[in-house]
Nanobody
Framework: QVQLEESGGGLVQPGGSLRLSCGAS????????MGWYRQAPGKERALVAT???????NYADSVKGRFIISRDNAKNTVYLQMNSLKPEDTGVYYC???????????????WGQGTQVTVSS
């Protein structure tokens, strides 16, 4: 069984920075794409950033130039560095990973439990 666990959320003032981490654990053969999504109050979950196994990245227009997604394959971890945070960045941030299990040799689309980010003065 494979699990994702996020950490690093919290309360930050506008203009501040936070770094989110998401670690994958369990019977992992290979991690393909990983990404971050957020769900703002009253809105649907939306893509923030993704990174594939070739380190190609993709960002939502609203975060381009402010957020950086990266991954550490040795640690099975993906990061989201968030800079110049704005109140509209507030929401629950979810990690997503497409992971191949070493037990079943199948790919699974997994989600973490989410971490709250609040940008407010």
């Amino acid at each position: 069984q494979v699990q994702l666990e996020e950490s690093g959320g919290g309360l930050v003032q506008p203009g501040g920075s936070l770094r989110l981490s998401c670690g994958a654990s369990g019977s992992i053969l290979r991690i393909n794409a990983m990404g971050w999504y957020r769900q703002a109050p009253g809105k649907e979950r939306a893509l923030v950033a993704t990174i594939n196994d070739g380190d190609d990245t993709n960002y939502a227009d609203s975060v381009k130039g402010r957020f950086i997604i990266s991954r550490d394959n040795a640690k099975n971890t993906v990061y989201l560095q968030m800079n110049s945070l704005k109140p509209e960045d507030t929401g629950v941030y979810y990690c997503n990973g497409r992971i191949r299990s070493s037990m079943t040799l199948r790919d699974y689309d997994l989600w973490g439990q989410g971490t709250q980010v609040t940008v407010s003065s």
